[in-house]
């Protein structure tokens, strides 16, 4: 067994392509969604005052708002689903991320989703080892 995919970081070489262990990656798309959820959440706090001000005209706006709150529930668990699946994950099962990181329009995004050179140690530096919960 080549002990190289099994190490935390993404490994390529001339003869393979960058190969991650899957809970890795389910790891890295969590911590994606909990920050997802941070950011809904930052938002709404931001313009809460706006929002009450066109519930006073309009109740059915606060209903709607609640949406927010629904998004940034459903990204939470869907994050703890992820952790939970990266748990279970064989450390010898591995993919290359980059392929599926080319559909991600986002530059940023698809550098963290997709292990770049760039961002390859992000997930041990900025979100603490993947450990999401």
Known sequence: MDTKLNRREPVATASHPMQVPI??????????????AW???NL???????????????ANILHQTQSFDKIGQIAKCLS???AALALTAPR?????PSAAAENVTLA???SRLGFSDEEKNLCSTAWGDCDML
């Open 23 to 36: 809970g890795d990656v389910l790891n890295r798309t969590g911590h994606e969604l909990v920050h997802l």
């Open 39 to 41: 950011l809904l959440e």
């Open 44 to 58: 709404q706090g931001h313009i809460l005052p706006f929002i009450e001000e066109a519930a006073a005209g309009d």
């Open 80 to 82: 703890e689903f992820l």
């Open 92 to 96: 010898r099962w591995v993919v290359d």
């Open 108 to 110: 940023d995004l698809a």
